[in-house]
């Protein structure tokens, strides 16, 4: 089959690529051929290196890692998931097209983590034109504006929902659906906004704020409400592990936010017990698993210093508790995570500067 897929594109390629017919949609032609085969390129001088964390193996990593919070988000909402995918990857995908082809590039193969990270980041019940308007301002305005892949500032997936939070509160605040339960959960129901008998008005952080505290057991397994990649704590942990293991992620960035997080809601809540939640509840309530292993990591929009990415670490952990706890959204993750991609070069700069001068004394 993939000796018949290589042959067939070998005879198309002539019409996509120099002055063939088809040439304005080589970007398109060079990102299939690149999903199933390696690409042909070589370097044209040497030397000869090739980074062993390519896009295509970060992508397939990341892809798999998501996978068990996927069935378990599948299983508890129902396969209205698979339709935010695929309106998440049919609107997101046109935009990087366009631009691809516009400035002939080729299509970059990191969409398609933003493209299923998005629909898992939103409230289950949000309406399908809204994920596509979401996550097309996320690609164009996250990314596309600042050149495309490796030059984006912010995470697209987290622009995106960025603007749907403040364009459209009332919505993205209220489209929760209570998870499915028995031996199906929800797989054979297709469950939106009209299903009445469905929706719950409150997520385990917005119930919190009303003095109702969620059981552990229920936040590890996924039983509760909330975005459908981040109620299962088992699954998203898993996953996560698995990217720490194989390199694909840095092991400092996941500790330093957990960590300064844990560290810093242990004092607060000993000061004052009746405002910060318990800190092993609060690290498995809401989205900050799900953030910390899966956004905040990721390369493009992260220090690459070890020290660079202490301190972003630190200031998403951080920045996470206070505005859970002391302003009116009930979750921080999110606007933690971008306000630490805007300090992430400086925090490289600072890094690698006092690098410099412990060598210079070391001399």
Request: a positive charge; aromatic letters at 10%.
């Amino acid at each position: 089959m993939m000796k018949l897929l290589q042959t067939m594109l070998n005879k198309a390629r002539p019409s996509f690529h120099d002055n063939g017919k088809l040439r304005g949609l080589k970007p398109v032609f060079d990102a299939t051929e690149n999903f199933f085969f390696a690409p042909e390129s070589n370097t044209r001088a040497a030397p000869h290196i090739r980074d062993p964390l390519d896009i295509k193996r970060f992508m397939s990593m990341v892809i798999i890692a998501l996978m068990p919070s996927v069935a378990a988000a599948f299983y508890f909402f129902g396969p209205r998931l698979l339709a935010m995918i695929a309106v998440s990857y049919a609107a997101g995908g046109a935009v990087e097209t366009l631009f691809a082809v516009v400035r002939k590039e080729e299509i970059n193969e990191g969409f398609l983590v933003t493209g299923l990270i998005f629909p898992l980041i939103l409230p289950p019940a949000l309406p399908l034109w809204m994920v596509a308007v979401g996550v097309a301002f996320g690609v164009l305005v996250g990314k596309e504006l600042f050149g495309g892949t490796g030059r984006n500032l912010f995470n697209p997936a987290l622009v995106g929902r960025c603007f749907l939070a403040l364009g459209y509160p009332s919505m993205m605040a209220g489209n929760w659906i209570s998870p499915g339960s028995g031996p199906l959960g929800r797989l054979v129901q297709y469950v939106d906004a009209s299903s009445v008998d469905a929706i719950s008005s409150a997520t385990p952080l917005g119930a919190a704020k009303q003095g109702v505290m969620t059981p552990v057991p229920d936040l590890l397994w996924g039983s509760v409400s909330g975005s459908p990649g981040e109620t299962c704590a088992i699954a998203i942990i898993a996953g996560g592990l698995f990217l720490v293991i194989t390199r694909v992620i840095n092991w400092r960035t996941v500790a330093g936010i957990l960590g300064s997080f844990a560290l810093l809601g242990a004092v607060l809540r000993h000061v004052d017990p009746s405002t910060f939640a318990p800190v092993g509840w609060q690290l498995l309530a809401g989205g900050l698993l799900f953030g910390a292993f899966f956004m905040a990591t990721d390369p493009v929009t992260s220090p690459v210093t070890n020290g660079g990415k202490w301190a972003y670490a630190v200031v998403i952990g951080v920045a996470t508790l206070l505005i859970r706890a002391l302003t009116g959204y009930v979750e921080g993750v999110m606007f933690a995570i971008l306000l630490a991609n805007i300090a992430a070069p400086a925090f490289d700069e600072v890094a690698v500067h006092f690098r410099l001068r412990r060598l210079q004394h070391e001399r």
